[in-house]
């Protein structure tokens, strides 16, 4: 444009208008929207789902070098008729409360999730999906969670709507109802919340097979999510408790190796059916871009952050195998950007770092002591949360929490 009077007379149009010359008194100037940077590009974190989550615990994943902590929040499935939201009040709102203080001043941020909303029923089957108070709950449950957290937010880092969204009579879809109940939670969160991350989990369970179909919700501070423990024949070799996953039967066999041929998965092969995979041949680091590719797909089209809310190999699997799984998996999130939280941190000793790599345990059994020197394992997860250069972490303190814990306990004198 080269007339400087039409410049100038454009410029000063654009002024009137901005100032609301020329607009109805009842029209509405609309917002600005945040920058695209502000809206889309959080600093990448990395840290764990937390089992524990008292101040001293926080200052140590601070002293690892973790920047998240995953928390799992839970229902009260003892109300009595008409006091839902009363034991509510009194559990889950206190237990969220209580967390995000503990993590005050630690540089440790929280991701708050919940696994349901709907006392007795089996957030797994279609009845969950179709309950009648269904909506009612996750929205008013999430309403005030941002209303009594408000105050907190700084040390928030997400809200993760539900944790592995999972309808069985719809899988390899995710539950239908989800997306849309997502929506309204949303916004119900925004009535006090205008800025906090929304971490959104479209599901099947903790699968990519959602990314599939998924359109981007409507709001700018979306992190999108999924969780990785393919296959579960690796990852979960004897474990016997499989609740609360999408595994219906327990991974009792031990000795697996990674990578994994399919053909020794004896058929159990619903994570390819899931993933649309029916040609893998093997679980390696190249089968991990593969049942990611939808995420990245939908990724790289709507410019969105991504967040592996769950990743994690059981303690006794094959030592080099572990690692080398763990690796790949971290390894793969640091190429895409991805922000992550270990699968866990003074949790079930089955996925703590703080315990050894021998099988010396089983359901039922007492808890296994601890070594008295960090595992490999240990080390590399130490390792790689070296990349948040969080001011806190302090290798030489963790070691030597570690040889307390493993140092012999004197047995107390009778009386």
């Known amino acids: 444009m080269s007339d400087p009077i039409l410049r100038t ?3 000063l149009a654009a002024v009137l208008l901005s100032a609301g010359c020329g607009r109805s008194a009842d029209v509405p100037v609309p917002a600005t929207p945040p920058s695209p940077a502000q809206e889309q590009h959080p600093v990448i974190t990395r840290g764990f789902n937390f089992g524990q ?13 973790a920047t998240n902590a995953r928390v799992h929040l839970r229902i009260p499935h003892d109300a009595p008729p008409g006091r839902y939201w009363q034991r509510f009040e009194e559990t889950t709102l206190k237990d969220a409360e209580a967390a995000v203080a503990a993590a005050h001043g630690t540089g440790v941020k929280v991701v708050l999730t919940l696994g349901s909303f709907v006392p007795g029923a089996d957030r797994d089957q279609h009845e969950y999906w179709a309950h009648p108070d269904l909506a009612e709950l996750t929205i008013g449950a999430w309403r005030r969670l941002a209303q009594r957290l408000a105050p907190m937010r700084g040390d928030i880092l997400g809200y993760d709507l539900l944790n592995e969204p999972l309808d069985r009579s719809v899988a390899p879809r995710a539950p239908v109802e989800w997306r849309q109940l997502a929506i309204r939670t949303i916004a119900a969160i925004r009535e006090h919340d205008p800025d906090t991350w929304i971490i959104f989990e479209p599901g099947p369970g903790g699968t990519f097979a959602g990314f599939f179909d998924l359109e981007p919700l409507p709001d700018a501070r979306v992190m999108y999510s999924a969780h990785y423990y ?3 024949q690796f990852t979960h070799q004897g474990i016997h408790n499989v609740k609360g996953t999408e595994l219906t039967k327990a991974q009792t066999t031990v000795g697996i190796r990674y990578p994994l041929a399919v053909g020794e998965l004896g058929g159990d092969t619903w994570e390819l059916a899931f ?4 040609d893998l041949a093997q679980f390696d680091r190249a089968a991990i871009a593969r049942i990611a590719a939808p995420a990245l797909a939908f990724q790289a089209r709507h410019r969105v952050p991504f967040y592996l809310g769950e990743f994690s190999a059981v303690r006794w699997a094959p030592h080099d195998d572990a690692l080398r799984y763990l690796r790949d998996l971290i390894g793969f999130c640091e190429e895409h950007g991805w922000s992550w939280s270990y699968h866990g941190f003074r949790e079930f000793n089955g996925w703590s770092l703080e315990y050894g790599d021998d099988l010396d345990w089983i359901q039922g059994m007492r808890m296994p002591p ?3 020197v960090l595992t490999d394992r240990a080390r590399l997860v130490l390792d790689a949360l070296a990349a948040n250069r969080q001011p806190r972490r302090d290798v030489p303190a963790v070691e030597a ?3 307390a814990l493993g140092a012999p306990r004197r047995e107390q004198a009778r009386p």
């Open 9 to 11: 007379a454009l410029a």
């Open 53 to 65: 989550r008292d101040a001293a615990t926080f200052a140590d994943a601070a002293r690892w070098g």
């Open 230 to 232: 393919f296959p579960h």
């Open 275 to 278: 993933h649309r995979l029916p």
């Open 370 to 372: 601890q070594p008295a």
């Open 401 to 403: 929490r570690q040889a």
